[in-house]
């Protein structure tokens, strides 16, 4: 009896001590890989490890086509008696975005409303996370590198929290370096962007190249919605081309919220710009889009001019600027202390735009006047027609009434500024009681055209018992 209990636990130890060598050798593996793989069009170069402590595969594929090209994962399995599987490094390079797509779609069609979580009955820790992907292009943007790198991440009852993790993400048209943490879903973290001239080339936008700071990004996701919420600033200037205007500094506070079930995503901004002539701009913007249905709309307030003649500026005091829209086009509405005016387009190609007086003009307010004229006043009426795809040449059109001339401009700015006007001489004029010895009938109407190209001016004046060519030279005068 004894030699037979002997032999048992003899032949016990024996298959023990073999099971551990088959888990502890990598021929184990290979044969498991080489076994299984085929059942489900997986191919791999090389595949090397053992069962216990884990493995590295080469150039996975699937039906061919290659998903990576190094996945490395080293566990520890004695975490199973504990409900955890303990991965103490998980690192992946080279991976095909386009073709694990691929892949996953093949496997199971991704539908954008199912937006259950995978639950699963047991933790899954990783200690430390590395991943890297291949060069890819997705909608016009070429990702160049995505890496991310974590630490102490933990996945347990469909929450993940994560001890520290940094990502980073270049493209042609930008480039994120994000660091942070996560906690039960809710990340915060902080970093930088750097938006590339392609991204306002490619949006025909007159800007340069410039650095964001990223501040306080805030995302919460839960099984209704995801909500990211950031900051924007930037303490550097942006140039936009040819000096048309500097924003010397911004911020703006963001949110982005998506939610699963009816598919909205909705955008609202908030936050404040300064240039070299207004110190500071309000801007808050609101943006929807629904079953591929997009709606805006926002409002900007600018603060007093700087730099240029108060006198020149006071009608803007005070102005704001709203607009809705959608896809398809946009409307405008501006007010301010002395104007008022409208934009419309009803296609994104073509626009109206529209100014006009509220109210009479003092002018002695904005022009310095004798004592007899200064009771003059003047209305404005303003007509500027646009077409995007070609903004120059600029035409503008402008009616101006008043108790001392009345005038009809026509303005075309492009390669040159030409300016063709009328001004007439009402009868009852300011002018005539203040220089009663001047004919003013024989210069009403008088008609000009003028031309500014560089730093040549040419002029021609006449009316009916007048003629007159002007030629400037800015430089020499």
Do not use: C
Not at 19 to 33: D, E, P
Request: hydrophobic share 40%.
């Amino acid at each position: 009896m004894h030699r037979i209990q002997y032999l048992f636990l003899t032949l016990l130890l024996l298959t023990t001590l073999a099971m551990l060598l088959l888990l502890h050798s990598t021929k184990m593996l290979q044969w498991a890989a080489d076994t299984y793989s085929p059942l489900y069009h997986l191919g791999y170069k090389e595949v090397s490890g053992t069962i216990l402590t884990g493995f590295e595969v080469k150039d996975l594929t699937f039906k061919g086509d290659k998903l990576l090209d190094t996945l490395k994962a080293e566990w520890n399995l004695s975490a199973i008696f504990n409900n955890r599987l303990t991965f103490t490094s998980l690192k992946a390079s080279g991976v095909s975005v386009d073709n694990i797509k691929t892949t996953l779609e093949s496997l199971h069609p991704l539908n954008p409303q199912n937006n259950t979580m995978i639950e699963i009955p047991f933790a899954i820790d990783v200690e430390e996370m590395k991943f890297s992907v291949n060069p890819f292009t997705q909608s016009g943007v070429k990702f160049k590198t995505i890496s991310l790198e974590g630490n102490d991440i933990v996945y347990h009852h469909q929450a993940i929290d994560a001890g520290d993790f940094f990502l980073s993400i270049d493209t042609n048209v930008s480039t994120i370096e994000l660091k942070g943490e996560i906690e039960a879903n809710h990340i915060k973290s902080r970093g930088a962007m750097t938006l590339h001239e392609a991204l306002f080339e490619t949006l025909n936008l007159p800007l340069k190249a410039n650095k964001f700071d990223l501040d306080s990004i805030d995302i919460q996701s839960d099984k209704e919605q995801i909500i990211f919420d950031f900051d924007l600033k930037s303490e550097e200037t942006v140039q936009v081309e040819k000096d048309l205007l500097k924003i010397e500094a911004f911020s703006l506070k963001n949110r982005i919220v998506y939610g699963y079930d009816e598919g909205v995503l909705s955008v609202e901004n908030e936050g404040h710009l300064s240039t070299p002539y207004v110190k500071d701009i309000m801007v808050e913007n609101s943006l929807t889009l629904q079953d591929s249905i997009l709606n805006y709309r926002g409002k900007i307030v600018l603060d007093t001019f700087k730099k240029i003649d108060t006198n020149l500026t006071k009608a803007l005091e005070n102005l704001e600027i709203t607009y809705q829209g959608d896809v398809d086009g946009m409307d405008v509405k501006m007010n301010s202390t002395g104007l008022k005016g409208k934009f419309i387009s009803n296609d994104f190609k073509k626009g109206d735009l529209t100014l006009w007086a509220k109210e009479d003009f003092i002018l002695q307010y904005m022009f310095a006047l004798p004592p007899d004229l200064r009771p003059s006043r003047a209305t404005l009426d303003m007509h500027i027609p646009l077409e995007f795809a070609h903004i120059l040449p600029l035409h503008t059109n402008a009616k101006i009434r008043s108790n001392l001339v009345d005038m009809d401009i026509d303005l075309v700015y492009s390669d040159e500024l030409n300016v063709t006007a009328k001004t007439s001489i009402p009868k009852d004029s300011l002018l005539r009681a203040f220089k009663r010895e001047l004919n003013f009938d024989a210069l009403s109407p008088l008609y000009a055209d003028i031309t500014t190209k560089r730093d040549i001016v040419h002029a021609n004046l006449h009316s009916q018992e007048m003629e007159s060519h002007i030629t400037l030279n800015k430089v020499t005068q």
